[in-house]
């Protein structure tokens, strides 16, 4: 019987969820609303499900923000609030494999989640950004895996960080809690 569950749950495709809540805390504050493009990026979509459903995501900042392209998060080796130094904020990853890239057709819009990676295109983890503004050179070179549907007015407020890595110095903004829903 349970092979034959199996068998059908393969048929039936992955079941992902339709998107994440990110309750973000600090200059911003706020609900932003993602919905993910399971069809455009299948495995990205079930690693970034899969580590928000583990609360990995929970108390993660915001460590790389630059004004008029993108705000980065998603560390969840290095990149908690409460870890204590955030020096190496940016530099991890989460205990999962590294993903083979996804790249598709969708530009890279406002409003637009990317995965963030490492030179090696099939390098992305657990790291992704929101687009502030349209960034038409990331098209085919980054991983698309959602559009934020709600809560644009969260994400223009988050601290933004400073120089061209865009490091945020002092207490950057933190995702308090990312819920998967439905």
């Given amino acids: 019987m349970?092979?034959?569950?199996?068998?059908?749950s393969l048929l039936a495709g992955p079941a992902f969820a339709s998107g994440l809540q990110i309750e973000v805390e600090g200059e911003a504050n706020g609900t932003i609303t993602i919905d993910l493009l399971e069809d455009v990026a299948p495995g990205h979509v079930e690693q970034?499900?899969?580590l928000a459903s583990e609360g990995a995501?929970?108390?993660?900042?915001f460590h790389r923000v630059i004004e008029g392209f993108m705000a980065q998060t998603g560390d969840?080796?290095?990149?908690?609030i409460?870890?204590?130094n955030m020096s190496r904020a940016g530099s991890g990853a989460s205990?999962?494999?590294?993903l083979k890239a996804e790249f598709s057709k969708e530009p890279f819009l406002r409003g637009v989640v990317g995965m963030a990676r490492a030179q090696?295109?099939?390098?992305?983890?657990?790291?992704?950004?929101?687009m502030f503004d349209a960034g038409a050179f990331l098209n085919g070179q980054y991983t698309v895996v959602g559009r934020v549907t709600e809560g644009m007015d969260v994400v223009d407020a988050i601290k933004r960080g400073n120089g061209p890595n865009g490091s945020v110095i002092g207490r950057p903004d933190v995702m308090k809690k990312v819920t998967v829903i439905e």
Avoid: H, M, W
């Fill in 2 to 8: 349970r092979k034959l569950a199996f068998v059908l």
């Fill in 48 to 50: 970034i499900t899969a």
């Fill in 57 to 61: 995501y929970d108390g993660v900042v």
């Fill in 76 to 80: 969840v080796q290095f990149g908690k």
């Fill in 82 to 84: 409460d870890g204590g």
């Fill in 95 to 98: 205990e999962r494999p590294d």
């Fill in 120 to 130: 090696d295109p099939d390098s992305a983890n657990s790291q992704f950004f929101i």
